[in-house]
């Protein structure tokens, strides 16, 4: 049985792959994957995650307005959140901390990135 649960929040098939790919090599944690925001928020509304990773440049609803949805949420507001993304100017980087984000990561990653991303963030929120 799974420990955590992961949400993938990408519009890009192939980086979600690649970051699906990289969750489903840690320990203990399971994920779903949405390809936008909006979808993301329909997840969130059905079932409880440990940590999200999103992208900020995606279409319907990007990833700074779901973290600042997800910051309104009492029952998510606490959910550690990973920004992977293109956009890695220090403004960018700013106004997602300012948000909330625990981690900004800018593409191109490493999986051994993202998963050790995760499990440090995960161990900070046992």
Not at 6 to 17: F, N, P, T
Not at 80 to 92: F, K, L, R
Not at 93 to 116: D, F, H, M, N, W
């Amino acid at each position: 049985m799974t420990k955590y649960n992961a949400l993938i929040v990408e519009d890009s098939q192939l980086m979600r792959h690649l970051l699906a790919v990289s969750v489903s090599r840690l320990k203990d944690i399971s994920f779903d994957e949405a390809d936008d925001g909006l979808a993301a928020i329909k997840l969130l509304s059905v079932k409880q995650y440990d940590i999200i990773i999103a992208d900020i440049n995606m279409p319907v609803m990007d990833g700074l307005k779901l973290v600042k949805h997800v910051r309104q949420d009492a029952r998510h507001k606490d959910i550690p959140v990973i920004i992977v993304s293109t956009e890695g100017d220090a403004d960018d980087v700013q106004r997602a901390r300012q948000l909330g984000v625990q981690a900004y990561l800018t593409k191109p990653i490493t999986g051994s990135e993202i998963t050790e991303t995760i499990e440090e963030l995960l161990r900070l929120n046992r």
